[in-house]
């Protein structure tokens, strides 16, 4: 439920609560004021018959006025205290019984003891309250309206910063170099909020780039040390008086720089590929690209006696042509480096779907933890970082890569997006 | 051949220099922006070696320096970076090759050797060695006039070889120039093996001589 809707409910409710209650109480204070008022005409009229009584020592006629009844009733009682009470009146005009309002008093003249009745109507006053009754309940009617309105409209209005922020912090990637930008909204909250949002993304973002550009210089920096590396075994070498053992020696210093001058690289692009700064987008043959791969990977295929099965249609892509031969390389290397020997590799390109399928190790890979970097496994002599490569390839371009065993095949699939 | 090179790092640069010099082959070095920019003003080189990284600027600078005064230096941008914007920029500003870091310095030479020989075609593109005679632009070899069919790798190969004559080159820089980035799925060196045995045979039976000379536990030196 909405903070808005929480907060319309319970102002309705309490809205609608105190309404009917001080409509109960305004009730009964005008019903008692209005009584009270009805019971002083009425002590009035008494204390007129009494000194009419006193005036005249004898009993007024009984006049019916068209307000008033009074009626005299002949009682032995000495004592007898006033007393008002409701009792019905019979209004001569209309013919009907109105609620009305009653005193009883006691009279005394030339030794006899009268009790005095005077009955008024109370048709006026029960009119004025229940005309006051339906003012408030109109009143509470138009008000509730209004708070609803207000609350479903206005306060929607008073929220909309609130969902414009929201939505941008949704939206928020990290990695994306769009900025959180500014709500312009009067509200203090809302302004708070929106200056802590764009504080916060702007620290994330910067310390997220702070971090790529650190691998980026410390990949780089790491190749001039390398580079010497490599250039004094050049030179080293040339010296044909070492043995056979110390070559060999620097043969494997050789291959070891070799393979942090890879990791390096690899490293490198996965940086470039997440910073999306390979953008020499072109229209890519798939079918023509694995059949130069097919080529320049005969020797290795021959050598291992792998048996290469392919089946392509012509799929066109629109990626980075490196990327793409990135991508490729890699399916085509994996294939070859785990396969046995001798194997077989079937790659299949049909529709928008490139898959490859290897023999290999018994044994299926992790298939959660493969496209993780670093991920290896047990007798892989690589960077660990190739199916990483391939999936950030993958997610850039939004294809979908999978891994599946499937009959003692490995199989690798990339499902590219269909051509608008 | 005069060469210029232009390196901050000072161990990179001296033995650069040193793999360089050799007969009838000039080095000079510059160790920043400054000194280079001085002694290309005053001197002609056939080729500068630049790094794009310096102290006191980026090497591009050079390169813009070289354009605007209408000079005709090979150069060949070694850099740190991989990164395809700057190779882009390189080349576009006048570079004529590119190489990463690390590389070897077979490598170096057979790249260098290469722009340089582009550069100074003419109307002749034939290389002479000994022997050996090949058409740079029909990619065709001849030894003793005596035609020579190569394979693609094997002519690359001897290339190689002919650029780094006299030098021991380990067998990490052979593949690394044959096969590059796939480099890493060779398991073994026995490729590089398969076609130095077919390339030294094919020069054998037309030469009687052996070019080739194994060093054990490393690598090849051509001779």
């Known amino acids: 439920m909405k903070l808005a809707s929480h907060y319309n409910k319970v102002s309705v409710v309490i809205s609608v609560s105190v309404l009917l209650i001080s409509g109960l109480i305004y009730y009964l204070i005008i019903n008692h004021i209005a009584r009270q008022q009805l019971d002083n005409d009425l ?14 020592h004898r009993l007024p006629q009984p006049v019916e006025f068209d307000e008033d009844q009074t009626s005299f009733i002949k009682t032995t009682r000495d004592q007898y205290n006033t007393r008002f009470f409701d009792s019905p009146y019979k209004n001569p005009k209309e013919q009907k019984t109105e609620a009305g309002r009653a005193v009883s008093a006691l009279v005394k003249t030339n030794g006899e003891n009268y009790i005095v009745t005077i009955v008024e109507s109370r048709e006026e006053t029960e009119y004025l309250i229940q005309i006051i009754s339906a003012i408030t309940l109109i009143l509470t ?6 708070l609803i309105v207000t609350n479903r409209f206005v306060l929607n209005g008073l929220w909309r910063p609130f969902y414009g922020i929201l939505d941008q912090v949704k939206r928020f990637n990290v990695a994306d170099t769009s900025k959180v930008v500014v709500i312009e909204t009067n509200v203090d909250e809302f302004k708070d909020l929106s200056d802590a949002v764009i504080k916060m993304s702007t620290r994330v973002t910067s310390d997220y780039q702070g971090l790529k550009t650190f691998t980026e210089n410390a990949s780089h920096e790491m190749m001039t040390p390398l580079a010497i590396i490599t ?3 050049d030179m080293l070498i040339q010296d044909e008086t070492l043995k ?13 720089a070799g393979r942090l001058s890879r990791l390096n690289q690899s490293l490198l692009l996965l940086v470039k590929i997440d910073n999306n700064l390979l953008q020499d987008t072109e229209k890519l043959n798939i079918k023509t690209i694995i059949l130069e791969k097919a080529q320049q990977f005969h020797e290795m295929i021959v050598n291992k006696n792998i048996q290469l099965d392919i089946e392509l249609i012509d799929v066109e892509v629109t990626a980075s042509r490196y990327l793409f031969d990135v991508l490729i390389n890699n399916l085509f290397g994996n294939a070859i480096r785990h396969n046995k020997n001798p194997g077989s590799i079937k790659i299949e390109l049909s529709g928008n779907r490139l898959k490859f399928q290897n023999t290999g190790d018994s044994n299926p890979l992790q298939q959660d933890a493969i496209f993780e970097r670093f991920y290896k496994g047990r007798t892989s002599d690589g960077t660990g970082l190739g199916l990483a490569i391939m999936k950030n390839i993958c997610a850039l371009y939004h294809y979908e890569i999978k891994y599946d065993f499937k009959q003692g095949m490995h199989c690798f699939c990339v499902v590219f997006l269909k051509p608008d | 051949m005069k060469l210029l090179i232009v390196e901050d790092e000072q161990t990179l640069r001296d033995t650069i220099e040193k793999y360089f010099t050799e007969e009838g082959s000039i080095c000079e070095v510059a160790g920043d922006l400054k000194t280079a920019l001085k002694k290309i003003a005053v001197y002609e080189y056939d080729c500068i070696l630049l790094d794009i990284g310096l102290p006191d600027g980026d090497g591009f600078a050079i390169l813009e320096y070289l354009r605007t005064s209408g000079k005709n230096e090979c150069v060949l941008i070694i850099s740190a970076r991989n990164s395809l914007d700057d190779k882009i920029k390189g080349l576009n500003v006048g570079a004529d090759d590119y190489i990463t870091k690390p590389f070897h310095l077979a490598e170096l030479k057979a790249r260098l050797l290469a722009i340089v020989r582009r550069k100074t075609f003419g109307s002749n593109s034939l290389l002479n060695y000994n022997e050996i005679s ?23 190969m001897l290339l190689y070889f002919i650029a780094n004559k006299g030098k021991v080159i380990s067998k990490n820089a052979i593949a690394e120039h044959l096969w590059g980035d796939e480099m890493d799925m060779l398991d073994s060196f026995d490729f590089i093996y398969t076609h130095i045995k077919n390339l030294r045979k094919k020069l054998m039976e037309l030469s009687g001589k052996d070019f080739f000379a194994t060093i054990y536990g490393i690598g090849y030196k051509f001779v």
């Not at chain 1, 002590?43 to 005249?56: F, G, H, K, Q």
């Not at chain 2, 029909?138 to 690359?156: A, C, F, I, Q, S």
């Open chain 1, 231 to 233: 250039s004094k075994l």
């Open chain 1, 43 to 56: 002590s009035e009229e008494v204390e007129e018959v009494v000194n009419y009584v006193n005036l005249n």
């Open chain 1, 141 to 146: 009617a138009v008000l509730l309206g209004i």
């Open chain 2, 134 to 156: 090949i058409d740079l632009l029909g990619r065709t070899v001849t030894v003793n006039d005596k035609p020579m069919t190569l394979t693609k790798k094997e002519y690359d």
């Open chain 1, 244 to 256: 056979p053992d110390q070559f060999a020696q620097i043969t494997d210093i050789y291959s070891a």
